[in-house]
Nanobody, 116 residues
Framework: QVQLAESGGGSVQSGGSLRLSCAVS?????MGWFRQTPESSREGVAA???????SYRESVKGRFTISQDNAKNTLYLQMNSLEPGDTAMYYC?????????????WGQGTQVTVSS
């Protein structure tokens, strides 16, 4: 069983930065971040495997960075150059890869709002 708890969301202006954190208990072969808006289904944002290999959705490449601190059992998502289109509820995930997305366990989500 893996438990996840996100933090770090908030409201920023376009071009700003936020860092999301996810406290993790339990072991997982992979970790990831998803996001969802009321008008859309959940979409994978980034994922990282146990060797530190990362993958990103095209629209966030070069702006977002996923990383993990194993000593602190924490997953991060550094988000720079934020755009209004990044506004969503962000979820931390763990479990197994399905394609390039890590799914199975979900956190409760943290809201990110980017204003123009």
């Amino acid at each position: 069983q893996v438990q996840l708890a996100e933090s770090g969301g908030g409201s920023v202006q376009s071009g700003g930065s936020l860092r999301l954190s996810c406290a993790v208990s339990g072991y997982s072969n992979c970790m990831g971040w998803f996001r969802q808006t009321p008008e859309s289904s959940r979409e994978g944002v980034a994922a990282i495997d146990s060797d530190g290999n990362t993958s990103y959705r095209e629209s966030v490449k070069g702006r977002f960075t996923i990383s993990q601190d194993n000593a602190k059992n924490t997953l991060y998502l550094q988000m720079n150059s934020l755009e209004p289109g990044d506004t969503a509820m962000y979820y931390c995930t763990a479990g197994r890869f399905v394609g390039r997305e890590c799914v199975g366990y979900w956190g409760q989500g943290t809201q990110v709002t980017v204003s123009s």
